[in-house]
Structures are given as structure tokens and as C-alpha cells.
């Protein structure tokens, strides 16, 4: 092991480099490009022994690493944003053909207007796609997650692709330290590539022609089933990498200050640091509030997110992202899962960038719980946390059903 | 290389079975590949007619290992594939993508672009049936001037998009036209570009009993007569040489080609201009361009022994 200072981005790329892929292909965009960057450096020097396909475009990037690993390698590719929106369709295909994949998607508000700062708007276009769907919180766990992405992607059980999700700038392009572990305990601790079938000359495989639709339907089962095993399977992996590495995040969901708290901060990414320094804050002051960071929007934790919602006084779900015509789309989850057994309020934060500071939160949640003390419950589905300047100008509590 | 057909494998490609239409020109197409290369080929498909002929799971009506794709980056997932052999230590597998006109012209053009300008080690092949199939006769970038189809019910007005001519441009080792009329020179063509490295491409003319409104019986001699009439001429770049196939060869002479109209008149597509002498003109006019094209080529494209040397030169 050894300690490097990596920027998100390069935690990735050394992630794919001790993972020993074989094939990469990624399009540039920002704030994912010195992804692209780092691995092609290794590729071209020799210090990564794979394959780097530099395409045109990123339709073509998850076309070719799907190709790849339909061939049997083991592949890689990065995206973000309009680039994540470009292959969309090759996102479906790739998940429903059960074929191991891990693909970094470094987080950043989609255009127009143009604007390359982070919100998970990308991120969560991806939801219902069929690919396993982590966010990080700091570079140390981009690191982590993406070693272990080939690893939960290519479990039998599983055999779904997988995202990695970073935020961009806050995570992609600063700096931090980073336990890089060595490539042999890498080695002994990630098995060589697992996948159902591949195509070659002698295999006789023919994968995607024409099915019968209740056999089509059926397929769809069974990727809903195979999302359920992967909750077991992600849990399993973080154990044991924590045994192995020193790091284990909680699996799914990672809780933080949980244990005696009556209200709960739901929320996904990078801002949950500032999460958990709003709840450190609030306890001071008496409040006791705890922070559930939601590691994998995909499969999603609903087992954890009800089992808080039973014992909590209220949640505080945060979104990065919305659902326009509806809520945030983590809201929409946790309420799915917890309506009735709590008080709800759900957050709209953070949009293209836009500054969330620790007390922006501490205020909401401080608001928030004074309404539930004093009303009994609460369900305030549309909260709009607006940047600061445009505080008080509009309606932050929106009446909607 | 002269290709024999008793010499040809007498193994069944196309089963029994398959959902091609009586007469298509793809499933005749797709036999050849193997006929050609043998086993050692997977098949990358973008959506289109052949992702239909193959039929329906759990069974396949086409004898290879196939990727079905989507339908814009064929050229793509097979730079993929082949990228994978490679580092998997099986250079020898050859990596086919199997396209539409619209899923090479159209829509996968970026895709096929990319990998011709990586020079990637993949044999690319258009079948050309002139119109989106699979969707139910729809214009493309490659359906001639005058032709009927669902979008353009009084003919479309453009000209056939030249894809070969812009293959070479890519400088790419090989490109070459082939027809589904003459399947010898397919499978001699096949075989040749399997002993060169790098992106090859093979386009494929495909008479369409369905979409141009012939009897399926004629489809070869539909195909013949496209070859004959000049409308298209069977070529070959092989590494900085153009030749005429031997086929097209006489048509270089404008007063040996059989007039358009016996090709026209065999297609319900172009019934409504049989009639109209200016608008078989234009496309008189275009056959009369395209040999020029291909006249001008050919001197350009005979190079000195130095010159080759110079052109053949592929990463
Ligand atoms: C992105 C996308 N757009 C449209 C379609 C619908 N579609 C399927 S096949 C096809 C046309 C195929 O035409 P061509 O490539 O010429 O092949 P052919 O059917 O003639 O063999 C179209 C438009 C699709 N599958 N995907
Ligand atoms: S429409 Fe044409 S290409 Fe498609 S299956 Fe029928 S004959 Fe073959």
C-alpha cells in the first residue's frame, strides 16, 4: 500500500490500472477528460497493458467496451454529463445483456444553459437502466468503489454493469490522500473475469436476436432479481475489502451518527460531508440528527431506508437533482419506501454547482424539526433550498401532492 | 484468386427456418461471409433487416456467433471485440460487422468513420438494399435518385450518397464494391481483404424484392443488370491500386452498357418515372458521373512501383 495525493479522477484511473483492464475506450468531457488522460498516459507508456480504443464519440465508447467484454476482457469506460446522455441508449443495451462492465460517471449539470459544475441530474437519468449505480463521497472511495465495481459486476450472482458516480470538481479535480494498495494484494483479492457467455468463433453465442415477449419479459425478472443479490453481494464485498484494505463504508447505505438520532439527513455524493458537519453542529445544539448517506442509488437500499424511517422522527431527503413535474428523484425513492411510517421533507439543493454550505443544511433540518414538534408530522414532498441570493425572493415550500 | 464454385464449402450457413423474405439479398449476402472465411468469424449486427433474418431465440437462423447492436455503433462494438482478441492473444479472429445501408451511410457513419480512421483491424460490410428494410421501405443516404420508398412517395429527390469513393478517402488498405449478382467476386473480395490488416470495407449491393417491387425469383438478375447498366460498377482499392473488376470491365465502355431503362423497369419503385425521359436522364447523368469518378480514380490510383510503395504504407 501506498499513500498517494490523487485527484478523484486519478483515484479512478489507478483503480482500472490495479483492476488490470484490458480494454478502455472513452470519449473526453469535462470534468471526466483527465480520466481519459491518466489512462492513456499508462496505456502509451507501458505501465497499464491494455488496449485504449479512442473514439469518436461516447455512443461509440460504451459500444466498444461493451464489445470487448462481450468478447471476454476485461473493460472500462468514463463519462459524464452530455456524454452519459450521448450513450444512453448503449447504457440499456449493455445492462440487459448481463455483460460485466464498470464505467466512472463523473457528475455534472446537463445544458442548456452550458455548465460544468456538479449536480446528479446525469447520474440520476441512469436510474432505471439496469446498471448497479454507487456515488462517492471523497477520492479515497472512488478509489475503493471502482475496484470493487469489477468485482460486484462480475459476480455470478450479479452480472450487471456497474457505475461509479464521483462529483465533478469537488471530487474529479481535488486533491486528497489516497491508500493505494498494492497490485499483488489486488491481484489476490480480485478474481480473474466472470461473465455468463462471450462471443467468439467457437462459442456459437448469439447475444441480443430477437426474443419471444413473455421470454422478454422474464429477462426483465430476472435483472430485477439479480439487483437483489447484488445488495447482498455489495454488503459482502465492502466486508471483506474492509478486512483486506482497512475500509469498510456500511455497504449501501453508510449511517453516520446514527445510533441515538431522532431525525435523519438523507443524501447522496460529495455534500454529504457537509451533511455530516450540519448534523455534528445541530447536536451541539441539541438536536440529534444523523446522516444517511446512500452509497448505491442502484440497487436501492430500501430494507435501511425503511428501518430508519420506522425509528425516526423525520427525514430530510437531499437531492442534486429533480424530477421536473414531480420531486427529487432520491426523495421519490425514500417515500416509496418509507410514506406513512414518518415525516418527510424533500430537498431540491445544489443545482449546476450552486454553493451548499454546511449550515444551508443545518437550517433546513433545524426548520424542518421545529415543524414536526410543533405539528406532529409533516410531508413536505418540495423544499427548494435556493442559492443564497435568491433566498426569501421565492417560495421555498412548494404545496405539492 | 480465382474463386471456383465447386470448390466452395457445401456446409449450410443460412438454416432452415430463418425469417429471411423469399429472394433477400441478406441472407444470400451472409452465406458468402462464411463461404469465404470460414469459421473463425464472429458477426457484429446493428439493428436493420438482419436482426430479424437471424429469427427468434432460443434459436438462430444463422450459423455464427453474432453481437446484435445497436443500431449506430456496429463499427464500434466490433473495434471492441477485436481489441479483446487481441489481448486475449487470438489476432486471427476475424471481427465482421454486417450493416444496413442506413446503419453504414446514415446513422452509424460517425461510428464507422472512427474505426476507418483508426485503421482498426475489422472487415466492415454493407449490405445495400437502398432503403431502410426493416422499418418498412424508408429512404436513406444511399437510395438512388427517383426511387420510390414510404418517405418519398413521388421519388426521392438526392442522388445516392458515393460511400465507397469516400471509404478511400479514408485511406484505409481496402475498400471494394461487391453485388449479391455476382457472389464469386464477394467471396474472392472477402478472402482477399482477410489477408490484409487494418479497416476493410465491403459494399455490397442488395437487390430488395420487397423494397424495390420485384419478383423474388429476379433478385440476381436484378443485381446483374445494376452491374451491366453501369449504375454499379464492381471496383476494388487495394492499397493505393484502383482496378475495375473484371465484371464491371467492359462498362467502361459507355456504348457496351445495357440502357437503364431494362433495370428500371424490372422495380416497382421507379414506375412512376419510367415514363418520364428527363428524370431517366438524371440518372443517366449520374452513371455518366460516376464513371467518371471512376476513370479519374483509376489513373489516379495506378501508381508507379515507389508511389505504391507510399500508398500502402497502413499503421
Ligand atoms: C436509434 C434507432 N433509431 C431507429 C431505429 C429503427 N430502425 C431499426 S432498423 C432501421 C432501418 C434499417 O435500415 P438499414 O440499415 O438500411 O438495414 P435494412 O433493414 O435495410 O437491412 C431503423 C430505422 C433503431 N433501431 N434505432
Ligand atoms: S425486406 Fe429485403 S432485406 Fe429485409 S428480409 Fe426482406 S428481402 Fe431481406
Known amino acids: 500500500m501506498t499513500v498517494m495525493t490523487l485527484t478523484g479522477n486519478y483515484a479512478v484511473a489507478y483503480a482500472v490500472k490495479l483492476a488490470r483492464v484490458q480494454v478502455i475506450s472513452a470519449y473526453p468531457i469535462t470534468p471526466q477528460t483527465t480520466i481519459v488522460e491518466k489512462l492513456s498516459e499508462m496505456v502509451d507508456t507501458g505501465e497499464l497493458k491494455a488496449k485504449m480504443v479512442r473514439v469518436e464519440s461516447e455512443h461509440a465508447a460504451l459500444a466498444t467496451v461493451f464489445g470487448a467484454a462481450s468478447a471476454g476482457a476485461r473493460a472500462f469506460t468514463a463519462t459524464a454529463s452530455h456524454g452519459l446522455l450521448y450513450m444512453h441508449e448503449v447504457v440499456w443495451w449493455a445492462a440487459a445483456s448481463r455483460i460485466p462492465l464498470v464505467m466512472a460517471v463523473v457528475a455534472r449539470a446537463i445544458g442548456p444553459p452550458w455548465n460544468i459544475h456538479v449536480d446528479h441530474q446525469d447520474i440520476f437519468d441512469q436510474r432505471d ?48 490522500p489516497v491508500d493505494v494498495p498494492d497490485q499483488e494484494e489486488v491481484d489476490d483479492w480480485l478474481p480473474p ?66 445510533d441515538d438520532a431522532d431525525y ?10 457537509e451533511a455530516k458537519e450540519a448534523a455534528r453542529k445541530l447536536r451541539e445544539e441539541g438536536y440529534r440528527v444523523g446522516v444517511a448517506r446512500i452509497r448505491f442509488i442502484r440497487p436501492w437500499p430500501g430494507e435501511m431506508v425503511r428501518e430508519l424511517a420506522a425509528r425516526a422522527k423525520g427525514l430530510v431527503v437531499f437531492d442534486r437533482a429533480i424530477s421536473f413535474g414531480s420531486k427529487g428523484p432520491l426523495f421519490l425513492d425514500v417515500a416509496a419506501t418509507a410514506y406513512g411510517l414518518t415525516s418527510m421533507r424533500g430537498v431540491i439543493g445544489g443545482l449546476g454547482g450552486s454553493d451548499v454550505t454546511a449550515d444551508d443544511i443545518a437550517g433546513v433540518v433545524r426548520d424542518f424539526v421545529g415543524e414536526v414538534e410543533e405539528k406532529g408530522s409533516v410531508y413536505e414532498p418540495l423544499y427548494w433550498l435556493f442559492p443564497a441570493k435568491y433566498r426569501g425572493k421565492f417560495e421555498a415550500k412548494e404545496v405539492v401532492a | 484468386m480465382v474463386v471456383r464454385i465447386q ?36 458477426l457484429v449486427i446493428p439493428a436493420g433487416c438482419s436482426s430479424v433474418i437471424q429469427g427468434i431465440w432460443p434459436k438462430s437462423g444463422i450459423n455464427f456467433p453474432i453481437l446484435n447492436i445497436v443500431f449506430a455503433s456496429a463499427a464500434s462494438a ?48 454493407v449490405a445495400d438494399n437502398e432503403a431502410y428494410m426493416n422499418t418498412g421501405i424508408q429512404r436513406s443516404g444511399l437510395t438512388p435518385y427517383g426511387a420510390w420508398t414510404t418517405t418519398t412517395p413521388l421519388g426521392k429527390k438526392e442522388h445516392k450518397k458515393n460511400l465507397p469513393f469516400i471509404m478511400i478517402a479514408h485511406d484505409v488498405p481496402y475498400v471494394a464494391t461487391a453485388s449479391v449478382g455476382y457472389p464469386h467476386d464477394f467471396i474472392e473480395k472477402l478472402r482477399k481483404a482477410a489477408k490484409i490488416r487494418g479497416f476493410r470495407y465491403i459494399h455490397l449491393h442488395a437487390p430488395d424484392p420487397v423494397g424495390w417491387r420485384f419478383d423474388p425469383s429476379l433478385t440476381p438478375k436484378v443485381a446483374q443488370l445494376a452491374v451491366k447498366t453501369g ?37 416497382g419503385r421507379f414506375r412512376h418515372i419510367i415514363d418520364k425521359p428527363e428524370e431517366i436522364k438524371k440518372l443517366e447523368e449520374y452513371v455518366d458521373r460516376l464513371w467518371y469518378w471512376i476513370d479519374a480514380l483509376e489513373k489516379a490510383f495506378n501508381p508507379s512501383e515507389k508511389a505504391r510503395e507510399l500508398l500502402s504504407r497502413h499503421a
Open chain 1, 129 to 176: 437502466t439496469g446498471w448497479i449505480i454507487s456515488v462517492a463521497q471523497e477520492n479515497q472511495e472512488v478509489l475503493d468503489l471502482t475496484l470493487q465495481a469489477f468485482r460486484i459486476s462480475e459476480d455470478p450472482r450479479v452480472y450487471l454493469p456497474m457505475m461509479v458516480g464521483l462529483d465533478g470538481f469537488i471530487l474529479s479535480h481535488t486533491m486528497a
Open chain 1, 193 to 258: 473475469r466472470r461473465q455468463p457467455y462471450y462471443i467468439a468463433p467457437e462459442t456459437g453465442v448469439v447475444m441480443g436476436n430477437i426474443v419471444p415477449d413473455d421470454d422478454y419479459y422474464m429477462l426483465r425478472y430476472s435483472m430485477q432479481k439479480a439487483m437483489e443479490q447484488a445488495k447482498k453481494v455489495i454488503e459482502e464485498v465492502d466486508r471483506e475489502y474492509g478486512k483486506r484494505f482497512g475500509r469498510s463504508y456500511g455497504g449501501l447505505v453508510e449511517c453516520t451518527l446514527c
Open chain 1, 264 to 273: 435523519y439527513i438523507v443524501i447522496t455524493g460529495s455534500w454529504a460531508g
Open chain 2, 7 to 42: 470448390d466452395l464449402p457445401r456446409r449450410r450457413y443460412g438454416m432452415p427456418g430463418n425469417a429471411a423474405c423469399p429472394g433477400c439479398p441478406e441472407a444470400m449476402g451472409l452465406r458468402y461471409i462464411k463461404m469465404a472465411l470460414g469459421d473463425n468469424v464472429v
Open chain 2, 78 to 125: 466490433a473495434a471492441g471485440m477485436k481489441a479483446a482478441f487481441e489481448m486475449m492473444g487470438r489476432d486471427d479472429v476475424h471481427v465482421v460487422v454486417w450493416a444496413g445501408d442506413g446503419g453504414t451511410a446514415d446513422i452509424g457513419f460517425q461510428s464507422m468513420s472512427g474505426a476507418a480512421e483508426r485503421n482498426d483491424d475489422i472487415i466492415y460490410i
Open chain 2, 231 to 267: 449504375m454499379w460498377p464492381l471496383f476494388e482499392y487495394d492499397r493505393g491500386v484502383f482496378r475495375l473488376s473484371p465484371f464491371s470491365k467492359p462498362y467502361k465502355d459507355p456504348s457496351k452498357r445495357t440502357p437503364i431503362i431494362e433495370y428500371l423497369k424490372l422495380q
